[in-house]
């Protein structure tokens, strides 16, 4: 399949064979953003990329190259010599960096990294070393600070200085000598207030922070509720470390939204599907289903069991689908909305018991009308009274206990600290199937023998 910017390729490439490609490259992509330039490169050759980079230049080159997924940063990254790898690695931004760096084979890196000015290779050792999930993994060290005993003219001098290579100049940190988090100003803030004022007249010393080992999604909900652009991430002694910027949590928040649907369908752990070949999405998808399968068996083994009430009153076997896809439906759509609940603090641990009393209602209501239309389908189809009363008390029953189990289960993982999608649709399923079955068979037993 041809990708976004397959018209353009053979012009770009016809510019890139001519004497004075670096000079048209430039011409071409003048005042485009860096995504409409990737959109316009990503179908040629990883040769061809590294040469409109070459062209372009810092610092639109660089945001070029930070556009493209790890996989093919690192195939144009090696096409690159070691002089240009270690230019690249200097210009990009610390969080970008990082995370390359991780994903460049081990002996790469030590051939890279002593070509990297120092400064910035302290910050990739640095950043690298903070544990995958936590507010350090995702953070920028390229934030805007200021001291507070400067006036606000002076302010206003330094922010121009360092306005070319930061993350952000809206919030701009007040720190001290030890790098202390002490307060907070706004390029608003600078901008409005007397030039005579000092920073410390005018920062807000009630500054929302993150600690280092935050994990990223409280980051992430942090930085939601306060509604903030960037938050400071900050070590044991308060000291500031780095900012986390609304960018960075977006992929944060899509990344953590994918895993968790890919939980509850149970199918695995993410995993790139259209670079994936097939042997690899069975291989994500076989251990859930054989999982599922084996407590499936549970239900086979119950049929088996109830055997003879099967053959004595056949009409049994007719309505038990209906039974288990309405429990396994409602079981699903109760542990949805509780997980997802959970995930947006929405739904809180010690809300257990009103959850239970709101799902006890609902399963109420809607297992009510389900009986009654159960029990009436089966009176139609077989002129049986008793069988449309245990159809319909089995009915109410397998809802009631589907939406239970829904809401409990999750907010059970939850409490023995593993992930609530965990106890995805299909598991809910089977459990509610299992027990649906015994349920059936035993109102039956009571309504018939």
């Not at 670096?22 to 409409?36: G, V």
């Not at 899509?254 to 670079?275: C, P, Q, R, S, V």
């Amino acid at each position: 399949m041809k990708k976004r910017g397959a018209l353009i390729t053979p012009q770009i490439q016809t510019i890139l064979n001519s004497s004075e490609r670096d000079e048209k490259i430039k011409a071409l992509f003048a005042d485009m953003h860096s995504y409409d330039i990737f959109v316009l490169c990503e179908n040629l050759e990883d040769e061809q990329v590294a040469e409109c980079i070459k062209a372009l230049g810092i610092p639109t080159g660089i945001d070029l190259f930070q556009q493209f997924d790890d996989e093919r940063k690192k195939q144009i990254f090696y096409c690159f010599n070691k002089e240009w790898m270690a230019d690249i690695l200097e210009e990009m931004a610390p969080d970008e960096r990082a995370d390359f760096v991780l994903f460049l084979p081990e002996e790469r890196t030590e051939e890279i990294l002593p070509l990297v000015a120092r400064a910035q290779r302290l910050d990739i050792k640095k950043l690298i070393n903070y544990e995958e999930g936590t507010a350090g993994s995702i953070m920028t060290t390229d934030y805007a600070y200021l001291s507070k005993d400067i006036s606000v003219k002076e302010a206003v001098e330094k922010i121009k200085l360092q306005a070319f290579d930061r993350e952000t100049i809206y919030y701009i940190y007040v720190i001290d000598q030890d790098r202390k988090l002490l307060g907070l100003v706004t390029l608003r803030d600078i901008i409005v207030s007397p030039s005579h004022k000092k920073v410390s007249e005018i920062m807000n010393t009630n500054v929302i922070s993150t600690h280092v080992y935050d994990d990223k999604e409280d980051v992430a909900r942090k930085l939601s509720d306060y509604d903030f652009l960037a938050i400071p991430v900050v070590d044991r002694e308060n000291r500031l470390v780095g900012i986390v910027t609304v960018d960075d949590l977006m992929d944060v928040v899509e990344e953590e939204a994918t895993e968790d649907i890919y939980k509850l369908a149970a199918a695995g752990e993410y995993i790139d599907y259209m670079k994936s070949n097939p042997f690899k999405v069975a291989q994500q998808r076989t251990m859930w289903l054989l999982i599922l399968i084996f407590v499936g068996f549970f239900s086979a083994w119950v049929l088996e069991k109830n055997e003879d009430a099967l053959q004595s009153a056949v009409a049994l076997s007719f309505f038990i689908p209906l039974l288990l896809g309405a429990g396994g439906n409602a079981g699903t759509q109760s542990s949805t909305v509780v997980i997802r609940g959970l995930a947006t603090e929405d739904i809180k641990m010690e809300d257990f018991l009103k959850v239970l009393r709101k799902e006890v209602a609902v399963g109420a209501i809607v297992g009510t009308i389900m009986a009654a239309l159960g029990s009436v389908m089966a009176l139609l189809l077989n002129r049986n009274h008793e069988l449309g009363i245990v159809v319909g008390l089995s009915m109410i029953a397998s809802v009631l206990l589907a939406v239970s189990l829904g809401a409990l289960l999750p907010i059970l993982f939850k409490k023995l600290k593993l992930d609530p999608a965990l106890m995805s649709g299909p598991f809910i399923t089977c459990i509610v199937d299992i027990v649906s079955l015994i349920i059936y068979f035993k109102i039956a037993a009571i309504i018939f023998w």
